[in-house]
């Protein structure tokens, strides 16, 4: 009988599990599909929430102790698995039109290297390829980019040269609770018993609503489009107006993301294709004469105040939520996983825990 289960496969439950075996917990994670199927597979992977400035204390804590996670852990991987993750120095293009002072002082408080630029030449000096729309905004040069779907394959294989048990295509249908404490979980094949049960399910995990607290987690969609091009054809990301463009090494380009709130939904729509393609042509007018190799959707898990469950459940003694990192998944994902491992340890958190409680978000 394993100490904790993980519910969910993804980075935030593959990154939890693994830090807790780390730790000397023996942990047992279940997928309903396979491992980072999901929005850890459809996401943009940029190191750094989307302008960072509009969010809360409790955010910026973690991304900032993520960023500095980063490169030893993806070099970790690469040396367990052979599988590398991508980690690129990109920096980040940000365009804005005001507030450039307020975006400073944050800059400044967090330790971030930040600098405000409204000179076109100096701007086409960090990137070449960008169009008459980025015109100034802050440039941020140390924000790196992980390629998503090559960390969570790493992180699997990780597991594998670890021997951490996992269980693909194994949906947990029901949380097992009695006399208000969490004993296990019930699938469809079969039930898996534990002391402690971790929900890490993503957009799903309001779905264990075991008691009246409930774990207020919604799907939030977002569709994105890849070029094909070469590589260094674009060096930087940029970011305007929530669509960003991620360059990777080998020539492909990313341009997202739509944000579109209706449930668990995760077709492509041309309209969705004509939007993103318009914004990534206004930032790079050089996407206009390339080819756009595929479309796809993920559900990210939003949450009301855009701060993530990091917590022991309100009213159940062994279950604990992480979930709700909305688009910081990857980004909060490292820095999350160790302070869960805190709070189910019952050691003293890295940082304090108490925004990331669910009497805090309610």
């Known amino acids: ?32 599909g396979p491992l980072g199927g999901e929005s850890s597979w459809a996401g943009g992977g940029i190191i750094s929430p989307l302008y960072p400035w509009r969010y809360a204390d409790s955010v910026n804590v973690l991304a900032e102790r993520s960023k500095k996670i980063y490169p030893e852990l ?27 002072q307020d975006i400073l002082n944050w800059a400044k408080k967090w330790s971030v290297d930040a600098s405000y630029i409204d000179d076109v030449n100096v701007i086409h000096d960090i990137e070449e390829s960008v169009g008459e729309a980025v015109d100034k905004g802050i440039w941020m040069p140390d924000i790196k980019q992980v390629r998503n779907p090559k960390l969570v394959k790493a992180l ?29 979980v019930r699938t469809s ?23 009246q607290t409930s774990v207020d987690v919604l799907p939030v969609k977002g569709q994105m489009i890849m070029y094909k091009g070469e590589p260094d054809l674009v060096k930087r990301m940029i970011l305007s107006e929530g669509h960003y463009i991620i360059p990777r090494r080998d020539g492909r380009i990313l341009a997202g993301s739509t944000l579109e709130k209706i449930g668990f939904d ?97």
Request: hydrophobic share 40%; charged share 20%.
């Open 189 to 211: 094949q079969k039930s898996f018993f534990a002391d402690k049960v971790i929900i890490a399910s993503g957009a799903w995990s309001a779905q264990f609503s075991v008691t």
């Open 74 to 100: 993806v070099q970790t991987l690469f040396e367990e698995s052979g599988s590398d993750c991508e980690l690129i120095d990109s920096g980040l293009f940000t365009v804005v039109n005001e507030g450039e």
């Open 266 to 362: 995760k077709s492509v729509s041309s309209e969705a294709l004509e939007e993103l393609h318009h914004a990534a042509v206004e930032l790079v007018p050089l996407l206009e004469g390339l080819s756009i190799e595929r479309q796809w959707a993920g559900l990210r898990p939003g949450t009301e105040k855009g701060i993530p469950y990091i917590c022991h459940h309100d009213d159940v003694e062994g279950l604990y939520v992480h979930a709700g990192h909305f688009r910081n998944g990857i980004v909060l994902g490292a820095a999350s996983a160790e302070l869960m491992a805190d709070i189910v340890l019952g050691g003293q958190p890295w940082c304090d825990a108490a925004p990331y409680t669910m009497h805090a978000q309610h």
């Open 1 to 32: 009988m394993p100490d904790c289960i993980i519910v969910g496969g993804g980075a935030i439950g593959l990154l939890t599990a693994r830090q807790l075996f780390l730790q000397g917990v023996d942990v047992l994670l279940l997928e309903k």
């Open 156 to 184: 699997k294989a990780s597991f594998d040269h670890r021997s951490i048990p996992y269980l693909e295509g194994t949906e947990v249908e029901e949380i097992i609770v009695e006399n208000g404490k969490v004993s296990g």
